[in-house]
């Protein structure tokens, strides 16, 4: 079952899972721009039915401890913020926000992850602050440069200033919201009984009802979706369906508009990422978390630039080294460079001077 996943197999949903789960996404955007709801939608529906049959499952597989289980009321909190979370990042591009500036400041989340975590009571290495600041730096870069090849516009015009200034202030309290449900979601796994999956399904199934108010756009946006032309006469998708040959596109394939078929396939790669996401969580610090969708993220924008021909410059390559190579200096400082530390303060008799690592 999943939860004897190793760490490989979790490293293959995350980044196979969420990397066609961009794929998808840009898709849809690129013939429906307004579909963010919808998207949002189909991803909780199809992660709750997913993970209900877990919920049935002998206690023997439950994390066998004494600690209480996690009150419902507790998994409401995780669910209400993990909607507001989604709701605010799609509602975002409705403030001229790109999606390379959605991207930068959605880079940030290691620094407000830490700085959550911080304000906690949780205190991390120098070594881990410096990983932290590069590989924030790495995104950032990689993001700027990505804009560049692609001759994206990244000022503010005069008519939207403030429009673009409420898009940033939306994507801080998302970023900041993030941060405080990822230290909360640790805190849960510390001091109760409680399993990924669990996690994964009040999650999505609580937050199931806060859609009811938005029913009407969910089909609007459904019937746009429903009229879009087949996968192989979309204009992000048919350069791809032309390797199937004829007979995939006289198939089913055909019949089903294109919209439909990404939106499905969006919704199935999603819960794979989220699935990987959770497990991490789950084995792994808050900040650890983010360092690994970090390093995702930049894998997103290479393979973006293979799919889509876009230019390797110099710059995004200056990007690549420092995410990896933060990510390889946060990943050491973790598992080898505190420990190591800890265990020469006890070989000299004395405590350890090193913050506790989380």
Not at 266 to 281: D, E, F, K, M, R
Request: glycine share 8%; aromatic share 10%; net charge positive.
């Amino acid at each position: 079952m999943l939860q004897s996943l190793g760490p490989i197999s979790t490293a293959a949903l995350i980044f196979g899972g969420c990397c066609s789960n961009v794929f998808a996404l840009e898709a849809i955007v690129k013939t429906e721009p307004d579909s963010g709801l919808l998207i949002t939608f189909m991803q909780f529906v199809f992660a709750t039915v997913a993970a209900y049959p877990f919920q049935n499952r002998p206690p023997t597989l439950n994390t066998p401890t004494d600690k209480p289980p996690v009150p419902v009321y507790k998994w409401g909190v995780v669910a209400a913020m993990f909607f507001c979370v989604n709701m605010l990042n799609n509602w975002a591009f409705a403030f001229n926000i790109s999606v390379p500036v959605h991207i930068i400041l959605r880079s940030f989340g290691s620094v407000t992850t830490m700085g959550a975590g911080w304000l906690r009571g949780r205190r991390y290495s120098r070594i881990q602050l410096l990983s932290v600041v590069m590989l924030t730096l790495g995104v950032i870069q990689s993001a700027w440069a990505d804009a560049a090849s692609k001759g994206k516009a990244m000022k503010v015009t005069a008519d939207g200033t403030t429009t673009f200034g409420m898009g940033l202030i939306v994507l801080l309290i998302a970023q900041l919201l993030s941060a405080f449900m990822g230290t909360y979601v640790q805190d849960v796994y510390a001091y109760h009984t409680a399993h990924w999956t669990e996690n994964l399904f009040y999650s999505h199934f609580l937050g199931l009802p806060f859609f009811l108010p938005l029913a009407w756009t969910l089909g609007h946006q459904y019937s746009r979706l429903a009229r879009t032309p087949p996968l192989a006469e979309m204009p992000s998708t048919s350069p791809y369906m032309s390797h199937l040959g004829p007979d995939a596109e006289r198939g089913l394939l055909q019949a089903i508009p294109g919209g439909i078929v990404m939106l499905l396939v969006n919704a199935s790669t999603q819960l794979a990422c989220i699935s990987g996401v959770n497990l991490l969580s789950a084995k792994s610090s808050a900040v650890t978390v983010t360092i690994v969708l970090n390093i995702r993220k930049l894998v997103s924008f290479m393979l973006s630039i293979w799919l889509f021909g876009n230019p390797l410059s110099l710059k995004m390559l200056a990007g690549a080294v420092l995410v990896f190579g933060s990510g390889a200096l946060y990943g050491w400082e973790t598992t080898v460079g505190i420990r190591q530390r800890e265990e020469r303060a006890r070989k000299r008799g004395g405590e350890s001077a090193e913050p506790k690592r989380f």
